[in-house]
């Protein structure tokens, strides 16, 4: 199995959104206009800050079979065994509906819903069961309560937040008498669960256990990358934990230390560099990897894609920034040459080392239910859509890194709207490798010169095909020049005789000679 392998809504929205933007096409670019925000003072705003996930409280629910396995991501409460105890914490058994399904039952002459076995505890005893927190009458702990009382081996509860449908969060409470699992699911994630063996030409009545999956696994994350929702929209912001591990981390930060430099003034429409003074003493590294990229590469681009639903052909290779204690971004749009695809469809930013303190945090100062902060975590993904759902440009996606506390390093992708070229995915690589890792700047010099002559899509297009052009006529000379070179080398070879030779076949026709006669 994949070291990710979790199946959510998530994916298959971004898909959707982002098959409906190519065929539509229809966003309206304005990023050039900065709003009010822009003058607000952002250590003075009020952050609800991120992440507020811990790896501690991450675990899947996983079933399926060798071939095809699908996981989701829950959330496990304070109370009751926690991932660290493995042996306590783990559970393989049938999901059983409650019933009621919020777990909420009265009794004659008693106020409020009373602790008591659920009305199917039968099916219940050694299986896990659901419950929703639909009305929020009951507290976590109330609910473990009443699935303990049923016999249950573990409780999930269904988040029932249709406003945010991704959210969860950790059940709080204290009861020691807990002694079975109990974590939380997402409403989205719930829809996947009970939709788990639902065909679609299925009739309802043919549905088994409410389309839940036969058997399930319930153990820890560990390692495995979870998801965290910041911000549901206006612009949607979430956090994939882990999606890269501490090993492949430093693996990028060796790879760019060495080719970093400071940003200038000059903006490098081929290595994704615009609006250079946004970038208060950062410095950046490229690095251009495209169909040359390495098996670890190979392996982050497809974890990528299966965490995000975004294809490995939209997204561009990794640009590195290395953030000092006087390094800053300023509030911005992300937006790219209009030949590199104009407005990217969605950043992806990846801390690759963290701050003891606050520093080189991402904030997003105007997004809706107000400001937010993400704080360095390695390994940490944050990905926000440039656009929105209705394929127009976010306005509210206007963001910043505020200035760090000591050095880190954070890695970016930007998915744009349409493939990358060839040239941009094999040529210039293949150029920037031989050059050491730096590609030539004469060739962003000869992109510019492009622009100028023809506009920035047109130049662009002529540019690519010149970077693809160049190499296949230097490899038919290379490739002409030797069959010259072999040719009249065999013709030296067939014309050109030793004396000693000579001589050997004089002595032959000699011989040949005296023996006719």
């Not at 976590?140 to 009443?146: D, F, L, N, S, T």
């Not at 994350?221 to 090993?247: C, K, M, Q, W």
């Not at 208060?280 to 990897?289: K, M």
Request: with cysteine; charged share 20%.
């Amino acid at each position: 199995m994949s070291r990710l392998s979790i199946t959510t809504s998530r994916k298959a929205f971004a898909v959707l959104f982002y098959a409906s933007c190519l065929l539509t096409k229809s966003w309206v670019c304005h990023a050039d206009t900065a709003e009010s925000i822009t003058s607000i003072h952002l250590e003075s705003l009020y952050y609800r800050v991120f992440p507020r996930r811990t790896h501690e409280e991450a675990a899947v629910i996983e079933w399926g079979h060798s071939a095809i396995i699908s996981a989701l991501d829950v959330s496990v409460a304070h109370f009751g065994p926690q991932t660290s105890q493995a042996a306590l914490f783990e559970v393989e058994t049938m999901p059983i509906l409650a019933s009621p399904i919020n777990g909420v039952m009265f009794a004659e002459n008693k106020e409020g819903p009373v602790i008591r076995a659920l009305d199917n505890a039968e099916d219940v005893e050694g299986n896990v069961v659901v419950m929703t927190n639909a009305g929020n009458s009951l507290s976590g702990v109330q609910m473990a309560q009443i699935a303990q009382k049923s016999g249950a081996a573990a409780l999930v509860v269904v988040n029932m937040n249709e406003k945010h449908p991704d959210d969860i969060y950790r059940l709080v409470g204290d009861d020691t008498t807990i002694d079975i699992p109990v974590v939380m699911m997402s409403y989205n994630s719930a829809t996947v669960f009970t939709s788990a063996t639902v065909t679609p030409d299925m009739n309802p009545e043919d549905i088994v256990n409410h389309g839940m999956p036969e058997r399930i696994r319930l153990y820890a994350g560990g390692d495995r990358p979870f998801f965290e929702d910041v911000v549901a929209s206006e612009p949607p912001v979430y956090l994939i934990h882990n999606l890269l591990t501490a090993e492949e981390c430093e693996a990028l930060i060796q790879k760019a230390a060495p080719l970093v430099q400071p940003v200038g003034n000059e903006e490098d429409p081929l290595q994704l560099l615009q609006s250079p003074a946004d970038y208060v003493n950062s410095h950046r590294a490229f690095l251009w990897q495209g169909l040359w990229q390495t098996a670890g590469a190979k392996a982050i681009e497809e974890r990528i894609e299966q965490a995000t639903g975004f294809p490995p052909g939209h997204l561009t290779d990794f640009v590195v920034d290395r953030i000092d204690p006087s390094t800053y971004w300023k509030l911005h749009y992300d937006k790219l040459d209009a030949a590199a695809g104009g407005l990217p469809m969605a950043t992806i930013t990846i801390f690759l080392t963290e701050t003891e303190g606050n520093g080189a945090s991402i904030v997003y100062p105007n997004a809706k239910g107000g400001p937010v902060k993400i704080q360095p975590q390695q390994g940490l993904a944050v990905i926000h859509h440039n656009v929105n759902e209705r394929h127009q440009f976010e306005s509210k996606a206007i963001h910043a890194l505020m200035q760090s506390s000591e050095t880190i390093y954070v890695a970016r992708k930007y998915v744009l709207s349409e493939p990358i070229s060839k040239a941009r995915r094999v040529a210039l690589p293949l150029f920037a490798i031989l050059a050491g890792g730096r590609l030539p700047g004469f060739f962003t010099s000869i992109y510019k010169l492009f622009a100028e002559q023809f506009g920035h899509e047109t130049g662009g297009m002529y540019f690519d095909k010149l970077c693809v052009f160049v190499p296949v006529l230097i490899i038919l000379l290379v490739v002409q020049v030797i069959g010259e070179k072999v040719v009249q080398s065999f013709r030296s070879s067939s014309e050109t005789k030793s004396p000693a030779s000579e001589e050997k076949s004089r002595s032959t026709r000699r011989s040949k000679t005296e023996k006719n006669e």
